[in-house]
């Protein structure tokens, strides 16, 4: 069943990773999942790492590994601003187990220093989001 065509952006520091029309987005926040068809109510959020999918037609659907960032809905347009985004075909699995090992280490070591706890532990939840989507899970 065809639906609804909206407008998506997707957007890194480093420029444009996606512009089109689409029938669905299909990503997680900071407070779950969520699915965004044409006419979704308006929504700004927090973006957690996870697969992103974005359905040009029910048999066309694009993946991605995505990355902390913002999502904001409003007006049939979506815009996903990210630090990262990767299509699965770009990721190489023994280099994302390395970071994620690395970001462990780096927990382990952190001790009483909040900060350096903090970017620990939001480049493990990266990697294993990462890792996740090389791995085809």
Request: aromatic share 6%; proline share 3%; glycine share 8%.
């Amino acid at each position: 069943m065809a639906r609804n065509r909206f407008q998506v952006e997707i957007l890194t520091p480093e420029g444009e990773v996606f512009n089109d029309e689409v029938e669905m987005v299909s990503t997680r926040t900071t407070v779950g999942e969520i699915g965004v068809l044409a006419n979704h109510a308006p929504v700004l959020g927090m973006l957690e790492p996870t697969e992103l999918r974005v359905y040009r037609s029910e048999d066309e659907v694009l993946r991605f590994a995505q990355s902390e960032g913002y999502l904001q809905v409003g007006g049939n347009h979506v815009m996903l601003l990210v630090q990262d985004i990767q299509a699965p075909e770009q990721l190489d699995v023994g280099v994302l187990r390395e970071r994620l090992a690395e970001a462990e280490h780096e927990l382990e070591a952190a001790g009483d220093d909040t900060e350096r706890r903090r970017a620990a532990l939001r480049d493990q939840k990266r990697w294993k989001a990462f890792l996740k989507v090389a791995e085809g899970a």
